[in-house]
């Protein structure tokens, strides 16, 4: 099977930063395009950003200038450098990949996995 895991979440103040980190680990085949997403309490889960395999990115408008998405395929990981952080940007984050794995001699592709989640707070 395939894991993500993220790390860098925490506590900072407005106009901060942070760096999240997602790393997949596994049996999995390939790794294509990785994405960040947050929710909130009582919101559904938001789109944030998304790196393709070539480097191509795409934000959401809320966050557009202050995120940059990043990754290193070498290492299947993907980052968020968060600056000028505001309290709204509190939420737990969350990466997700779509990629391939081998599991009991079948191929699965094209498959969305999902980290667990970390927490940022943005006081204000």
């Known amino acids: 099977q395939v894991q993500l895991v993220e790390s860098g979440g925490g506590l900072v103040q407005t106009g901060g930063s942070l760096r999240l980190s997602c790393a997949a680990s596994g049996s999995f085949s390939s790794i294509n395009d990785m994405a960040w997403y947050r929710q909130a309490p009582g919101n559904q889960r938001e789109f944030v950003a998304q790196i393709l395999r070539d480097g191509g990115a795409n934000y959401a408008d809320s966050v557009k200038g202050r995120f940059t998405i990043s990754r290193d395929n070498a290492k299947n990981a993907v980052y968020l450098q968060m600056n000028s952080l505001k309290p709204e940007d509190t939420a737990v984050y969350y990466c997700?990949?779509?990629?391939?794995?081998?599991?009991?001699?079948?191929?699965?592709?094209?498959?969305?996995?999902w980290g667990q989640g970390t927490q940022v707070t943005v006081s204000s």
């Open positions: 997700n990949a779509i990629g391939a794995h081998l599991s009991g001699g079948v191929y699965y592709g094209n498959q969305l996995y």
